[in-house]
């Protein structure tokens, strides 16, 4: 449970860092070395930067944070679903020595059930969490791409390139990053997005 949240990150690093290639059919037939204004032939080659973008694409924060709140309100009802249950236990285990034996058998197949149910519980609320984080997954996956992918045709592009620390990029030359320029737009359609939402939830 711990780790579930890094998931997000995963996939995240996926939709950004992986090569983009976007190629327009009017692409030339050969490509030139970059030049000093930072273009490859007649487009330019861009990249983002997806560690930047983690910190500062406000669906992802919003995202994350939820997801922990929920992490953490079910391990809280785990807890206390699980300290019920161990005192049951203790307790027959003190109690028991002074019970007849149908008495004490029929306690401790109820607690057996009981102990069955609640691990029954505790993995039905686990795939359930990892089901929500999903499909989180995969909507913070197709806002990037989505966007991205606009954003490349508004100002078409031969590549956008993910770049981060440690990646297989060893050096990016700022002049080539759009980083916050992806950001600033991802998080003006998820500020839009968000706004329409409010009345609908208002009407509820």
Do not use: C, W
Request: glycine share 6%; net charge positive.
């Amino acid at each position: 449970m711990k780790n579930a949240s890094l998931a997000l990150n995963v996939v995240l690093l996926v939709a950004v860092a992986v090569l983009y290639f976007l190629h327009f059919s009017s692409r030339t037939g050969s490509v030139s070395t970059a030049d000093s204004t930072g273009t490859v032939g007649s487009k330019p080659l861009v990249y983002v930067n997806s560690d930047s973008l983690l910190t500062q694409y406000d669906f992802y924060k919003d995202a994350k944070k939820a997801f922990e709140q929920k992490r953490a309100q079910l391990d809280l009802d785990l807890n206390t679903r699980g300290t019920m249950l161990q005192r049951k236990i203790q307790q027959f285990q003190q109690q028991g020595p002074g019970m007849i034996a149908a008495e004490a058998q029929a306690k401790q197949m109820m607690l057996q059930k009981e102990g069955a149910e609640f691990e029954q519980y505790r993995q039905k609320a686990a795939n359930d969490l990892g089901e929500d984080e999903a499909k989180k997954n995969e909507e913070l996956y197709n806002n990037i791409s989505t966007y991205i992918q606009k954003y490349n045709r508004e100002n078409g592009y031969h590549f956008v390139l993910g770049y981060s620390k440690g990646g297989g990029i060893l050096y990016a030359n700022p002049d080539f990053d759009v980083t916050q320029k992806i950001i600033a737009g991802l998080n003006k359609e998820y500020k839009d997005s968000q706004a329409k939402a409010a009345p609908a939830t208002e009407k509820k």
